[in-house]
């Protein structure tokens, strides 16, 4: 049974989008709306009535980890190539919650300071305290995916990084993080389009940089290093989600069920009064 | 003439509601609705109107910063009795834009490490960058407020403050950021009510403290110490407004309103094409 509101699902959206043993990303047609029987405009209401239930599980998370009982936590991992949908997932589903419950980091180019440092240093201190969720939007991922396929480590170092990265979200998850690793997943034809469109208008121009073409000549390369990344990070504590996205619609109602779901494993209660709820209320009465 | 698109506004919000020369916080009445002719029906529809204008303000603003034409920014600071209603300013008027565009930070108790700096070290390293509007929900003004009311600092030292949060900000104005104060203002009898339901609901049971209650018998001196902050520090480049907050409608639609006017003022525009636009589409069409 799922969680949601969302009434067009017809299985559980964590079944038919996990990255699980022999998953082969070439086999995943972008265009797809897997296990959801809606169309648009059905999966704009469901994303509607998924808005409430997430707000008041966040709420109940946030209120959860005040009272010191859990140190629970949700964390979300985009990865895409551009143009995907990152940001309106970000836009539309994260934005959907209490912006006081989210814990949105944009990690870009590393600077001199984080290069200094293991590629995990700065993903480390943005990790969601308890209570909130957090939102990574690239990650330590981009480490072994730019920095694979432009050759920035040497091949050993990159070899390294997947183990690192699994002990990393085992200790985060050991701690009481909820891990939700999501690839946004476009077709190269589908990024013509949309990059023909940030051409075509003044006020998107500001989104478009010509390196952008230039990466689209490594789609292969970038390719084959997702499927090294779901081969050798997709575990049962910090699965992979590849969410079929040339449907702007469907990418943010799986997003968004996907939150769900997890929220709903934690089951965040509100918190028992840690005061004397009726001698409080004789002092107000006096004050 | 008014930037927004909120109607119902007779006058300029900011004329209304900011603190000038010979200012009594005593004189406002935290019931009222200066400069706004409707009701709450009306006040709703005219946030619902002001969303649309306050996200594309704001997208223009982060696109104007990419292009490093512009360093400007916007910080709003929140402060207020506790139940005035910070929260839902957060939640409702600063939730409707993209998230990526928006710095929140919540001021606790300071820590140790912090309060083994000036006061104004932990609150400098969350000033907004380039293109994003900073949200303050408490700030330097608490080391003045609690701090002077609770004594927390000797006399001489809160003295020294005003001046140098003065200093502080007038850098920041310097540099492009766009400073919006606001104290919610509500009466003692209204937060009375709001602690009440706090203490009738179990699911707000969290959101209360008993310190609350402690805090109340301080109202006057609370006051006094917001008096004096606003003598001292309502200055041309990072004015004060008082918000009349017993009506939860009318200050969300007057920190929208006071938004909406200093992006007016910045008035970013989408930054031009760095890259020959034409070359592109033929690269693009190549790829």
Known sequence: MTATSQKDWTTDVREILRVGPGFRLSDVDADSSPGHNGDKDAGGRDLEAGVAQLEEYQERLFAASRSEATDASVLLVLQAMDTAGKGGIIRHVVGSVDPQGIMLTAFKKPTPEELAH????RIEKRAPTPGMIGV?????YEDVLIGRVREL???AEIERRYGAINDFEKRLSDAGTRIVKVMLHISPEEQKERLAERLERPDKHWKFNPGDIDERALWPAYMDAYQTVFDRTSTDHAPWYVIPANRKWYARLAVQALLLEALEDIDPQWPAATFDVEAEKA?????
């Open 283 to 287: 002092r107000l009465a006096a004050s």
């Open 136 to 140: 990574f939007d690239r990650s330590q």
């Open 153 to 155: 480590a040497p091949p």
């Open 118 to 121: 293991d590629f995990l240093w």
